[in-house]
């Protein structure tokens, strides 16, 4: 999903690039790509709307208009708004004061929930701590595989109860975490579509 948004956006930038100077109309081409390309990768559309808004902006004042590379002024425009979008600062994630710490992973089928649990538990093992991940996908064919493999290469232990009802699966890995000492769970959840409800 990211590497289709990356593609567009680059496609976006490149029709500022190779101009000397950018009329009100460039940027509104540009921005017009921008928008479909966040809109197909599901960001909401009020968020896009105004997003595109403050870079629309920012990028017709004087400021680029007049600048030497306005191509690349636009770029640094789309990238400090999206900052900004995203929070502007790293934030760290809670954790409980009463282990275990759950984080359940959630988002669009295909998005890579998979792979960033075994990021995460890898993340969480070197600062000390001793993640379990749980496999609470029982929908999606070899999900569960996928995570004991990826559960494998980060040397983290992955809970799983087959096709079992993944509420109770995560009950009881919960159960299972506070009995042999680990201090986070990771709970890879099934994907949704952007129609699910």
Do not use: W
């Amino acid at each position: 999903m990211f590497q289709s948004l990356v593609e567009k956006m680059q496609n976006a930038f490149s029709k500022f690039r190779n101009k000397g100077k950018l009329t009100e109309a460039d940027v509104k081409a540009g921005m017009r790509e921008i928008k479909l390309a966040l809109l197909e990768a599901d960001v909401n559309f009020k968020v896009v709307k105004e997003f595109v808004a403050r870079v629309s902006e920012r990028a017709v004042g004087n400021e680029v208009l007049e600048s030497l590379l306005p191509g690349q002024q636009i770029v640094k425009i789309v990238n400090e708004e999206l900052v900004t979008l995203m929070g502007g600062t790293n934030q760290k994630l809670n954790i409980s004061p009463k282990p275990p710490t759950v984080i359940l992973m959630c988002g669009l089928q295909g998005s890579g929930k998979t792979t960033h649990c075994g990021k995460l538990a890898r993340m969480f093992k070197k600062q000390g701590r001793n993640p379990l991940l749980v496999a609470c996908d029982i929908y999606r064919p070899a999900a569960i595989t996928q995570l004991q493999v990826v559960g494998e290469k980060v040397g983290v232990n992955v809970f799983e109860r087959g096709t079992a009802d993944p509420a109770e699966t995560t009950k009881e890995a919960i159960k299972h975490a506070i009995k042999y000492g680990f201090d986070t769970v990771i709970i890879d959840t099934a994907g949704r579509l952007h129609v699910d409800e």
